[in-house]
Structure formats: structure tokens, C-alpha cells
């Protein structure tokens, strides 16, 4: 992972949700054990530097970032495009080093069926738009609409411009600040001259390549598939949750979970982490403490799950709710039990 804790700094570097890509970068799992190693009351520093990823991580991200229980301050360096903006503006403050950008715009996806898939794609993505637009919004003190506007044209901000804008606060007097981070700007629309060129001149890769060949890959894949299986759509997704059963059971059950169930029981049931990537991420945590209230990854836990409203967001989130730890923890992780059969 690309979440590196230094002190009470913690480093974003690289892609939002680089896994979904097969990229270097950090996912939302990774901010959250960042933060408890720095402790879940102490003032915490984020350093971003990221070409953006997940809309659905940076979502998450600052979801996180803002039930952080110190002051966050976000310093941009290099560059908070797409994704990256979003979680950024969970900061108290928010800093643009000098040479900085931001970028917004429009959330995208690949669809693969008939009309009834791509229209639901639309609905997806005007539904991240909308809650997008929304944070950038609170933040700004301007309308969702003209947030949405904005990202429709991809809006490119140098440092200076993103604080006229309202997206950050002020600009910093270092000199020293890292290049932006190596990224497939090409994949993107509006891109300032000047990234384009150190973009070309360093190389870059488009992203959207090493995409377009995946997929390329698999569709080949697909077709010689489809011409040896019998498989019925019930007996693909009986063989899917089989498998998704599988990963949680050998999380929960590895010997790294005791003593940590509620760690375990997070990265089985709300993360993404293959069960190799998550036992290792047990092996090294401290266990609980017999004191809950002592226990800083339950107190967490429980501010994620809504047990503490943060001024500067707004209240329950984007899902317009609010839930305690004590109902909503152990009624998700037993219904997620249920649904994939796994006993106690």
C-alpha cells in the first residue's frame, strides 16, 4: 500500500483504490489503519499527491477522514485530481504547495450490455456526481448545480485558483515541494499545457491502455469460456458467493484474529482485501484490550459506523442516515454471516 504513517503524517501517494487497477496506491482500508496507528484523537497531517482513482474510495476516504476525532489538515502536493479532490476536502484546513493542482470533473465508467445496463451505468454515475458535487459544495459554500457544472467542464485549478474557489485555504511558501505524481493524464480531457508536456516528456502511460488490455484479455478469455462452460447464471453466482464465503471464513478464522476479532471483522466484511492481505495486516496489529473504551480501534469503529457527528460535514453522510455501533455493527456483521453461510 501507498498510505505511509510518519508520525502524525500520513502519505497518499499514487492512484485512489490502485487495486481496482492492478496500480501502486492506497485504498480506503489503508487511510483507516493509518489512522489508528496515529491515534484516533490526535491532530493528523495528510500529504496528497494523487491523479485520482475510485470515485467510490474517495468517497469513502473522506468519509473517513472527516469522523477523524484530531484536527485533519490536507496539504495537496503535486496534484488532488478526480477522486483525490474529494477526500481532500475533508480537512479542517487544506493547503496547496507551490506548483500544485486540483481537478474536477464528472465521474466515468466502462459498461459492458444492453440499454438496461447502460442506463442503470447513468444512474450510478449521476448518483456519484450528485454526492461529489455535494461535498465540493460544503466545502465552497457554493451550489451543488455549480459544482456540477464545473465538473462537466473538468476544471483544472492551480494553487492560488483552488483557494479563490473556496476548494482550499491557502497556498504554501515552501520551495521544496515533490513533482506531481506519475499519472495517465491522458485519460483526461481538459489537461493544462504544462501537465501535458511534463506528461510527454517523462513518458507517462495512459492508463486507459493498460485498461483497454485487461479488458481486452478478458473478453478473449470470455470467448474461449463460453465455449467450454454449461454453467447456468445461478450455478456463476453460487460459485461467486461460494468464494466471497471463503475469504471471509479464512479471515475471521485465522489464528492473526484473536485477540483482534474486531479488526477481522471489518477487513473480512467491509474491505476488499484478499485473505493473504488481511491476516498480514492482523499479524501486525496490537491486539484488543479487555477495556473496550481503551480498545482505540473499536472507538473507531464505532465513529465510523455514526457514533460521533463531525460540524463540518454534513451529520450522517450522504446516505442522509445515522447509526449507532451498538445496532448497526453486530446486526451487519450477523446478517453478513447469514447471507454467506458462515457459522459460528
Do not use: C
Amino acid at each position: 500500500m501507498t498510505a505511509i504513517v510518519n508520525g502524525n503524517e500520513i502519505v497518499l501517494t499514487g492512484t485512489v483504490g490502485g487495486y481496482y487497477w492492478g496500480e501502486d496506491g492506497f485504498s480506503s482500508a489503508d487511510v483507516f489503519m493509518a489512522l489508528l496507528v496515529v491515534g484516533h484523537d490526535q491532530d493528523v497531517v495528510i500529504r496528497v499527491n494523487s491523479g485520482g482513482g475510485a470515485a467510490s474510495e474517495g468517497a469513502a476516504i473522506h468519509s473517513i477522514l472527516s469522523r477523524h476525532g484530531g484536527k485533519v489538515d490536507v496539504v495537496i502536493e503535486g496534484w488532488a485530481a478526480s477522486a483525490a479532490s474529494v477526500l481532500a476536502m475533508a480537512g479542517h484546513t487544506i493547503t496547496m504547495a507551490v506548483g500544485a493542482v486540483m481537478m474536477i470533473h464528472e465521474p466515468s465508467q466502462i459498461t459492458l450490455g444492453d440499454t438496461v445496463d447502460h442506463q442503470r451505468t447513468i444512474s450510478q454515475l449521476n448518483a456519484i456526481g450528485d454526492a461529489s458535487a455535494e461535498i465540493y459544495a460544503l466545502r465552497t459554500g457554493k451550489t451543488a448545480a455549480e459544482m456540477r457544472q464545473l465538473m462537466k467542464v473538468e476544471t483544472w485549478m492551480t494553487g492560488q485558483q483552488a483557494v479563490d474557489a473556496g476548494f482550499a485555504d491557502r497556498v504554501s511558501a515552501a520551495n521544496d515541494n515533490p513533482e506531481p505524481i506519475a499519472f495517465a493524464i491522458q485519460s483526461y480531457s481538459n489537461v493544462p499545457q504544462n501537465i501535458a508536456a511534463m506528461a510527454a516528456a517523462r513518458g507517462w502511460q495512459p492508463r486507459a491502455n493498460n485498461r483497454a488490455s485487461h479488458q481486452s484479455t478478458t473478453k478473449s478469455n470470455r470467448r474461449k469460456d463460453l465455449s467450454v462452460t454449461t454453467k447456468t447464471n445461478a450455478e456463476l453466482f453460487e460459485q461467486a458467493t461460494q468464494e466471497v464465503a471463503a475469504r471471509m471464513k479464512a479471515i475471521m478464522r485465522a489464528d492473526e484474529a484473536q485477540g483482534r476479532e474486531k479488526m477481522a471483522e471489518y477487513l473480512a466484511y467491509e474491505t476488499t482485501m484478499t485473505a493473504e492481505e488481511a491476516v498480514a495486516l492482523l499479524r501486525v496489529a496490537p491486539k484488543a484490550t479487555e477495556d473496550e473504551e481503551d480498545d482505540p480501534f473499536k472507538q473507531l469503529e464505532r465513529r465510523r459506523l455514526g457514533g460521533a457527528e463531525n460540524s463540518r460535514t454534513n451529520g450522517a453522510g450522504l446516505s442522509g442516515s445515522s447509526h449507532s455501533a451498538k445496532s448497526a455493527g453486530p446486526n451487519l456483521v450477523a446478517n453478513m454471516k447469514r447471507r454467506h453461510g458462515i457459522k459460528e
